[in-house]
């Protein structure tokens, strides 16, 4: 049974960091996608950034620069490291993951963790 755990969300004021965690449990290998996306008030769920199989990342333009999105294979860990947080970064972020190259439609969710951003 796949499962993914988020943690690590928040309230920061703008300018800070926070890191999020991803636990990976439930797949038979480390050939998955993975990646974060969100969904703020009042706004459509939204690819914040992704990992693929062969490790290539990508970012959504809005956090290019400011995020950083890297997985630990022997931890069946992924991260999203966020600096520079502004206030429409305030949003429920979500892991996602799906054993195909490249998670652009994933099928396996988190619960979900919030991150609140404030001027």
């Known amino acids: 049974q796949v499962q993914l755990v988020e943690s690590g969300g928040g309230s920061v004021q703008a300018g800070g960091s926070l890191r999020l965690s991803c636990v990976a449990s439930g797949y038979a290998s480390s050939n998955y996608c993975m990646g974060w996306f969100r969904q703020g008030p009042g706004k459509e769920r939204e690819r914040v950034a992704t990992i693929n199989v062969g490790g290539t990342t990508h970012y959504a333009a809005s956090v290019k620069g400011r995020f950083t999105i890297s997985k630990d294979n022997a931890k069946n860990t992924l991260y999203l490291q966020m600096s520079s947080l502004k206030p429409e970064d305030t949003a429920t972020y979500y892991c996602?993951?799906?054993?195909?190259?490249?998670?652009?439609?994933?099928?396996?969710w988190g619960q979900g963790t919030q991150v609140t951003v404030s001027s």
């Open positions: 996602a993951a799906d054993v195909v190259f490249f998670c652009d439609r994933p099928r396996d």
